[in-house]
Nanobody
Framework: QVQLVESGGGLVQPGGSLRLSCATS????????MGWYRQAPGKQRELVAT???????NYADSVKGRFTISSANAKNTGYLQMNNLKPEDTAVYYC???????????WGQGTQVTVSS
């Protein structure tokens, strides 16, 4: 059973930065896409950013220019650098992997990000 573990969340003031990390419990082959999603209280989970095995990235409009997704494929580790954070970025952030020809999905347990003065 593969587990994803997110880290790096916390409390930050508006305009601040955080770097989230996502690590797997074991090496996984055939990762198609690694993504970050978030869910704020009372709202549906939404896509934040994705990165494909080929390095192609995709961002939600609300985070473009502020967030950067990256990955270290050899280590099965992903990152989300978040700059110029806003209160509306407050949410639980989840890491997701899309793996193999069957596009099996794996989710982490989430890490809380709170942006507040």
């Amino acid at each position: 059973q593969v587990q994803l573990v997110e880290s790096g969340g916390g409390l930050v003031q508006p305009g601040g930065s955080l770097r989230l990390s996502c690590a797997t419990s074991r090496i996984i082959f055939g990762i198609n896409v690694m993504g970050w999603y978030r869910q704020a209280p009372g709202k549906q989970r939404e896509l934040v950013a994705t990165i494909s095995s080929g390095g192609r990235t995709n961002y939600a409009d609300s985070v473009k220019g502020r967030f950067t997704i990256s990955s270290a494929n050899a280590k099965n580790t992903g990152y989300l650098q978040m700059n110029n954070l806003k209160p509306e970025d407050t949410a639980v952030y989840y890491c997701n992997l899309d793996v193999g020809v069957s596009h099996r999905g794996y989710w982490g347990q989430g890490t809380q990000v709170t942006v507040s003065s």
